[in-house]
């Protein structure tokens, strides 16, 4: 079995960024969860990489600042 090495760069911000399909700007995500590469047009794994990586405009914007989390559904908080 040959061992796949995954290299990493870093975004303007610092952080750490995998280059993988997870990472990359091509790939989409099926509703059944499979991974397809957009330009190869092609089933993926979430480790696979080529030389056609772009980072994905979420990592770009990772360790940026000023994000918000919502919660879905929650309307009040109560702590006794």
Aim: aromatic share 2%; proline share 0%; with cysteine.
């Amino acid at each position: 079995m040959e061992k796949i090495r995954i290299t990493s760069v870093r975004n303007a911000h610092g952080v750490k960024v995998k280059r993988c399909c997870a990472s990359c700007q091509h790939k989409c995500v099926e509703a059944d969860g499979t991974r397809v590469c957009a330009l190869k047009m092609m089933v993926v794994e979430q480790k696979f990489k080529c030389k056609q990586w772009q980072m994905s405009d979420g990592m770009k914007n990772a360790g940026k600042g000023g994000g918000v989390v919502r919660l879905k559904g929650t309307t009040e908080i109560i702590i006794h």
